[in-house]
């Protein structure tokens, strides 16, 4: 891959394109509020200054309780959202001020797992059509050869020949996300953002879609943004992990390096939660108090310290910067503000 250099003024520095996907600085804002002429003065802050990169052929696991944006980062990134601030970067190219036609060539190349494949499927289409539709769209193979490359996609994401000519609703949950996966995978894409694909599954089923995939990218190289809630399932298949809370990534680091120490009090309590499958060990749970702030007015400095049991006064007033704590180990904490890698 080609190494691409950019100068970003707003904010003073070079991000290094060397990698499939950089974000830095990602925001975007709902208006929930408007005035007499229609203008928005209210917002809310669904995701704000995240930044982070992926390597091809790697899994990030984006981790957050629900409502922490983790979904419009999402689509955010696949520019299903227009942004208010910050820059997206895939394959060294800016995407992030590209227009709905421009950015049609990078349909196939980004695409996009829902979390309730039955809402995401057209019920008035057979499963062959479905995965077919894109295809043909976009000239993935000669017209020709179109039904024969399906099959073998199906085949690939473990569906029978026979479901050809099926329709959508004939199908029970764990056979429909692998419609979707299959719809998704069929364009050869360069990377998959998996909405909680397998939150809805029985977990027999989510231990067969997990599995699925990551077969999957051993044998083509994708590469995966995973969002999910479920701690046990992101340590499985991530290679990376980041850590969201209302809106913004509060720690990023590798697996191994987050599960072996993590470092913000969220990701400690967060971990603190996932069940021990031993009867002997005693869970040493960490109960957040208080309820999570509003999107629409976050607490001043850090978002986080109305629920912290290590909150200082700074914390209160200054927003934590993100920095690099240990090699490729990020947090945005106070805690660590005079601590070098």
Same mark, same amino acid.
């Given at each position: 891959?080609?190494?691409?250099?950019?100068? @970003?003024?707003?904010?003073?520095?070079?991000?290094?394109?060397?990698?499939?996907? #950089?974000?830095?600085?990602?925001?975007?804002?709902?208006?929930?509020?408007?005035?007499?002429?229609?203008?928005?003065?209210?917002?809310?802050?669904?995701?704000?200054?995240? !930044?982070?990169?992926?390597?091809?052929? @790697?899994?990030?696991?984006?981790?957050?309780?629900?409502?922490?944006?983790?979904?419009?980062?999402?689509?955010?990134?696949?520019?299903?959202?227009?942004?208010?601030?910050?820059?997206?970067?895939?394959?060294?190219?800016?995407?992030?001020?590209?227009?709905?036609?421009?950015?049609?060539?990078?349909?196939?190349?980004?695409?996009?797992?829902?979390?309730?494949?039955? !809402?995401?499927?057209?019920?008035?289409?057979?499963?062959?059509?479905?995965?077919?539709? $894109?295809?043909?769209?976009?000239?993935?193979?000669?017209?020709?050869?179109?039904?024969?490359?399906?099959?073998?996609?199906?085949?690939?994401?473990?569906?029978?020949?026979?479901?050809?000519?099926?329709?959508?609703?004939?199908? *029970?949950?764990?056979?429909?996300?692998?419609?979707?996966?299959?719809?998704?995978?069929?364009?050869? $894409?360069?990377?998959?953002?998996?909405?909680?694909?397998?939150?809805?599954?029985?977990? *027999?089923?989510?231990?067969?879609?997990?599995?699925?995939?990551?077969?999957?990218?051993? /044998?083509?190289?994708?590469?995966?943004?995973?969002?999910?809630?479920?701690?046990?399932?992101?340590?499985?298949?991530?290679?990376?992990?980041?850590?969201?809370?209302?809106?913004?990534?509060?720690?990023?680091?590798?697996?191994? !390096?987050?599960?072996?120490?993590?470092?913000?009090?969220?990701?400690?309590?967060?971990? !603190?939660?996932?069940?021990?499958?031993? $009867?002997?060990?005693?869970?040493?749970?960490?109960?957040?108090?208080?309820?999570? $702030?509003?999107?629409?007015?976050?607490?001043?400095?850090? /978002?986080?310290?109305?629920?912290?049991?290590?909150?200082?006064?700074?914390?209160?007033?200054?927003?934590?910067?993100?920095?690099?704590?240990?090699?490729?180990?990020? #947090?945005?904490?106070?805690?660590?503000?005079?601590?070098? /890698?």
């Amino acid at each position: 891959m080609k190494k691409v250099i950019y100068k @970003k003024e707003e904010h003073n520095e070079v991000v290094d394109t060397d990698h499939l996907l #950089v974000v830095s600085h990602l925001k975007k804002y709902f208006p929930i509020a408007t005035n007499f002429f229609g203008k928005p003065i209210k917002f809310l802050h669904a995701v704000e200054n995240v !930044s982070f990169t992926l390597d091809k052929g @790697k899994t990030l696991g984006i981790v957050g309780e629900s409502g922490c944006g983790k979904t419009t980062l999402g689509r955010s990134i696949l520019r299903l959202y227009d942004i208010q601030g910050g820059h997206i970067y895939f394959n060294g190219q800016d995407i992030t001020n590209l227009s709905p036609n421009e950015m049609l060539k990078y349909r196939t190349k980004i695409q996009y797992v829902f979390q309730d494949p039955y !809402s995401s499927l057209p019920p008035r289409l057979p499963i062959g059509e479905i995965i077919a539709q $894109p295809v043909r769209i976009h000239h993935i193979v000669p017209k020709n050869e179109v039904k024969d490359y399906v099959l073998k996609v199906m085949k690939d994401c473990g569906l029978q020949a026979h479901f050809y000519d099926r329709y959508p609703h004939e199908f *029970s949950g764990g056979q429909r996300q692998r419609i979707g996966i299959a719809r998704s995978l069929a364009v050869k $894409p360069e990377l998959v953002v998996l909405d909680e694909p397998v939150s809805a599954l029985d977990v *027999s089923i989510q231990a067969q879609i997990i599995n699925l995939l990551k077969k999957l990218q051993q /044998k083509e190289g994708f590469t995966y943004l995973f969002i999910t809630h479920d701690i046990s399932v992101v340590k499985y298949v991530s290679d990376e992990i980041g850590v969201m809370y209302l809106g913004s990534m509060v720690e990023k680091g590798s697996k191994d !390096s987050i599960f072996a120490e993590p470092l913000h009090p969220y990701t400690v309590a967060l971990f !603190s939660a996932v069940p021990v499958a031993d $009867p002997k060990v005693k869970m040493n749970r960490i109960i957040l108090q208080g309820d999570i $702030p509003s999107p629409s007015n976050p607490p001043k400095g850090c /978002k986080f310290h109305t629920r912290c049991n290590k909150c200082m006064e700074i914390c209160s007033q200054v927003e934590p910067a993100w920095k690099e704590v240990r090699p490729g180990h990020f #947090v945005a904490c106070h805690l660590y503000d005079n601590e070098k /890698k």
